[in-house]
């Protein structure tokens, strides 16, 4: 089997469309890849679980877990002159809104719309964030042939390339959290053809940025005895703090937290050390914010670790993150998974 290209796989996952509850398409396209790696099954909330294998009698079973879905707008009604107003999905930095390109995902198919921004000559006083009840969509209709063509519930994203930077980074929208679907998908490569005992599936479930309910659900089919979930955290730019960052190019972030396994977390940084990953860690006091949350409580309970990518831009249409650094997120995870899984 060719060896995964995890740039050009990350540039068509982060291009495809998949606002959470909307996934169908990003789905779809990640299981075309996934079915040479295992049996590929689809949930009723919509997440691809790959089974790369089951596990022996009383031997380990692990879940490489990703969220699939982005952050995106939903269309809640027209106005009487064929403006759309919505609601987030998701979490947004509503100073981004404003003059926005975007398109409107309707079952006749994809409406090119941009957000009404008044010109700075009309403005009174210094300009402030929007707040989404001021918030219009303008796709050039009048109200009856928008109602044509537009109904409540379609979901609206950015209108944004997905770019290959120098040095290796690549931007777009998605990125939160593609990169980690492709890190967990890779990782899958590298381990498929072990012969070995223990058990292994990957999931790139759904709903994350609204609740986490896909990885629920998951977690309860995969019944796993560990768990790693895979997220972005915070890549250092200029304008944040370091010490609240992760650095590019600096490995994967391995987490500590109450809510994870202490073993999971030192294995993880002994075997990046092993393995010579580069790798960081980050404490957590409380509530994660990641699927790990709802996964860690599934069936009797899981053990459950949390790797995160650093990633600069964390909710905007313009994500940015290293290659490398999704690269070695796998490695971590494909050496972790056999000295774990063989462990007794």
């Known amino acids: 089997m060719k060896t995964m290209n995890c740039k050009d796989l990350l540039m068509r996952l982060s291009s495809a469309v998949g606002v959470s509850g909307r996934e169908n398409s990003v789905v779809a396209l990640a299981a075309e890849e996934m079915r040479a790696l295992g049996e590929v099954s689809i949930s009723p909330l919509g997440d691809l679980i790959c089974t790369i294998r089951r596990p022996e009698e009383g031997q380990k079973n692990f879940m490489l877990d990703a969220h699939v879905d982005e952050i995106g707008m939903i269309v809640n009604w027209i106005d009487d002159e064929g403006f ?38 009309l403005q ?20 009856e042939e928008a109602e044509k063509r537009v109904q409540p519930g379609d979901v609206v994203t950015f209108v944004t390339p997905t770019r290959e930077m120098h040095g290796g980074f690549i931007c777009g929208k998605a990125i939160d959290n593609r990169s980690s679907c492709v890190a967990v998908m890779y990782a899958a490569q590298l381990l498929k053809d072990e012969n070995q005992p223990y058990g292994l599936t990957v999931t790139l479930t759904t709903r994350e ?10 977690a309860y089919t995969v019944n796993p005895t ?48 092993e393995a010579g990953i580069p790798h960081q860690t980050e404490a957590m006091g409380g509530g994660t914010g990641t699927n790990a949350d709802h996964i860690l409580t599934a069936r009797g309970g899981v053990k459950t670790g949390i790797l995160s990518i650093p990633q600069g831009y964390m909710h905007t249409p313009v994500e940015k993150i290293l290659v490398e650094d999704i690269e070695n997120t796998a490695r971590l995870l494909a050496a972790y998974v ?3 899984g063989n462990r007794k």
């Open 338 to 340: 056999t000295k774990e």
């Open 124 to 143: 009174s006083g210094e300009a402030k964030n929007p707040q989404f009840e001021d918030i219009y969509i303008d796709i050039g209709y009048t109200k």
């Open 209 to 218: 940025e609204v609740g986490g309910m896909g990885a629920q659900a998951a």
């Open 84 to 121: 759309l107003k919505v609601s987030p999905v998701g979490g947004f930095d509503r100073s981004l809104l404003l003059a926005s390109q975007v398109s409107v995902h309707t079952q006749q198919g994809d409406l090119p719309g941009f957000i009404c921004s008044i010109p700075p000559h």
């Open 226 to 273: 560990h768990a790693i979930t895979v997220d972005v955290g915070f890549g250092w730019t200029p304008d944040c703090k370091k010490e609240q960052c992760g650095t590019f190019g600096g490995g994967p972030i391995i987490a500590f937290g109450s809510l994870l396994d202490g073993e999971m977390s030192r294995a993880l940084v002994k075997t990046a050390q």
